[in-house]
């Protein structure tokens, strides 16, 4: 299932965010071997003292964080705007309430092959749920860096994504995208998955 965390709920599911937090160790630290703060074994920046939203995957006993993600609006500190503005085309401007930043988008492989569950439905999963969050926001477009094997992701779950620029700096290429929101796109991803929506248990979402 889907966990939605926002500050209303944020101590409700702290337990929760935690277990988030050392996944984010795992893969942005330990695997990927990115420059990022961890103490405790979770990784944790700035952003997350910004009442961001997170999208947790979990199963239904919220054991373990099979994928998540982390939102913030673009009228406030991003990682674009602070690390990544060399993405950004001159002249752009991507800071309005209903365009929000997408982070910290990351999976366990580990969990989902134990389940049996294949990674790009799970990238589904979640990304199918960050597009039912936004629509009930009225958010209209995500933005967000990735590298090359996240936006092949991104086109073979048929998401639209307008690349706006790009960055060699980090030895690799990292793209800013901007991702338009609507009901029929998130229906689109469901469909080319063959997921059937009334039958879409694992992602249903939590409201607290």
Known sequence: MIVVVE????????????????????IFHQQLKWNVHVANGKERDKYDDAAPVYIIYTDDDCREVKGCLRLLPTTGPTLLADF????????????????WECTRFCL?????????????????VVLIALGDVAIRAGIESII???????LRVYRL??????????????????????HPISETLVGKIKKNLKIDPAAFSEARLVAA
Not at 111 to 122: G, M, Q, S
């Open 7 to 26: 500050r209303h709920n944020a101590a409700k599911y702290a337990d929760l965010v935690d277990k988030m937090l050392r996944l984010r160790a795992r």
């Open 84 to 99: 990544f503005a060399d993405t950004l085309p001159d002249a752009v401007d991507l800071t309005a309430p209903t365009i």
């Open 108 to 124: 366990d492989e580990e969990i989902l092959a134990r389940r049996r569950e294949h990674v790009l439905f799970a990238s589904a």
């Open 144 to 150: 967000a860096n990735f590298n090359e094997s996240m």
């Open 157 to 178: 779950l048929g998401c639209e994504v307008e690349i706006l620029g790009s960055t060699s700096r980090h030895g690799e290429p990292v793209y800013l995208g901007l």
